[in-house]
């Protein structure tokens, strides 16, 4: 997918000169042509697409990784240079891996039912449901339900759990034919999809479209105030088209015509919010967590264009601190290894130009990856009994946002005398 520029009759490029504006595309929400630049992260590729042993010599397509904040409806928003179905017919992530989350999927289905009154009676559909790692615990409760889910490798596994997917991309037309076959959701849940859509408006009106008109919405998306405060920079990458605010997220809504109602803040991802919508019709008035959430929002900056900026300075100390630290291990003889290889992980390691000769390999749990190269820097990845074969002095945890549940796993390093290293918000090295 590739966006049109629009530059200004008078420019000679797509910016002017010492101008912090810029109109070379259209936001995907308002349709304004005013945008401000957020961070500009360089060029990377795409952050899934891991290379095989084959590969290492063929060159990698790089697209620009530069976000841009609305000076409109102030959503914060990359152009969408890669289109779904490049990254999400065949994924590399599979949810279940992750012991921690699939436990907060326990969690919030058993909140879920308390809120909505769900019973076995329900419909419930989950949009981008991934391995099953949600739907598996709706199951259990004998509540029909029903993922959504594009990419094929990965809905296989959730039917071969017992999850019954539907391979397809959420549009007003394919929730049309879902709702025409199995009628409306009682409840739609749409957890960390609702920044991967470059179709923003098409994709909520689906949403509308899937659920009751008496029912409920819920939405699990990153928060930009939490990404901000804590420069959590490497949650952005190509399959990530937007960023939210609770402000750009009730705008949002409101263009597939819901309403939102309730929020709470969770801590996936570093900081996310779990937003609660239901049709415009019947939604009544924002609690007042709306309303405090909105407040903090404002209070650093984040409800006008302006207060967007000097994020980019932060996350240049980032990547200075980090780089001092890998270049003066190497000096010192010592051997850093990674844990991980996530989405956001290659963004940190491409934004940073580190490669394997100051991080030397990197594991996952995940078999896909194993054998494999993360793109654009090709650092080796293992599973992960690979580092108490190695004992290496360093551990880099790349999945940062799992800090509590890594930590544990990695407890052993300590036997060696190894430590952790989680680069964000601030460098940290600490004895497991």
């Known amino acids: 997918m590739t966006v049109l520029t629009e530059p200004k009759p008078n420019d000679s490029g797509p910016a002017a000169v010492g101008s912090d504006l810029i109109k070379v595309n259209r936001c995907r929400l308002c349709g304004s042509t005013a945008l401000r630049s957020f961070v500009d992260l360089g060029a990377t590729p795409p952050c899934e697409l891991f290379l095989g042993p084959t590969q290492l010599e063929d060159p990698e397509m790089t697209y620009p990784l530069h976000a841009w904040t609305c000076e409109g409806c102030l959503l914060v928003q990359l152009p969408a240079h890669i289109s779904p179905e490049a990254t999400f017919t065949e994924y590399a992530y599979f949810s279940s891996f992750s012991s921690s989350w699939v436990a907060h999927a326990e969690r919030f289905v058993a909140s879920a039912v308390d809120r909505v009154g769900l019973d076995s009676d329900s419909f419930v559909v989950e949009v981008a449901s991934n391995d099953g790692y949600l739907l598996q615990h709706v199951v259990k409760r004998w509540i029909r339900c029903l993922g959504i889910e594009p990419s094929v490798n990965v809905g296989e596994a959730a039917r071969e759990r017992g999850v019954p997917t539907l391979t397809a991309f959420l549009t007003p037309e394919s929730a049309a034919d879902v709702r025409a076959e199995h009628g409306p959701a009682d409840l739609v ?44 920079f490497d949650t952005i990458y190509h399959e990530h088209f937007q ?3 609770v402000l750009t997220a009730q705008r949002a809504l409101a263009s597939g015509g819901l309403s939102l109602v309730d929020v709470e803040l969770v801590p996936t991802h570093g900081g996310s919010i779990r937003l609660w919508a239901r049709p415009s019709e019947v939604a009544g008035e924002p609690t007042e967590a709306v309303a405090e959430v909105l407040a903090a929002e404002r209070a650093a900056g984040l409800h006008t264009a302006a207060g967007h900026d000097g994020f980019a300075a932060m ?118």
């Open 189 to 232: 849940a749409a957890n960390n999809v609702y920044a991967h859509i470059p179709d923003l408006v098409g994709f909520t009106r689906g949403l509308r479209t899937l659920v009751a008109d008496d029912g409920w919405v819920s939405i699990e998306v990153q928060h930009l105030l939490t990404l901000v405060q804590l420069a959590q």
């Open 243 to 245: 960023y939210y605010t």
């Open 315 to 432: 996350v240049a100390r980032v990547r200075t601190d980090l780089l001092r630290f890998l270049l003066t291990a190497a000096d010192k003889g010592a051997t850093v290894v990674g844990y991980g290889a996530p989405g956001k992980g290659n963004t940190l390691l491409n934004y940073c130009g580190i490669r394997p000769d100051l991080l030397a390999y990197t594991v996952d749990r995940n078999p896909y990856k194993h054998g494999r190269y993360t793109p654009g820097v090709r650092i080796p990845i293992h599973p992960p009994e690979r580092i108490a074969q190695d004992r290496p002095d360093y551990v880099l945890v790349l999945p940062w946002n799992l800090r509590a549940e890594l930590t544990e796993q990695l407890a052993y390093v300590g036997e060696w005398g190894g430590r952790l290293v989680f680069p964000i918000p601030t460098l940290e090295v600490v004895k497991p």
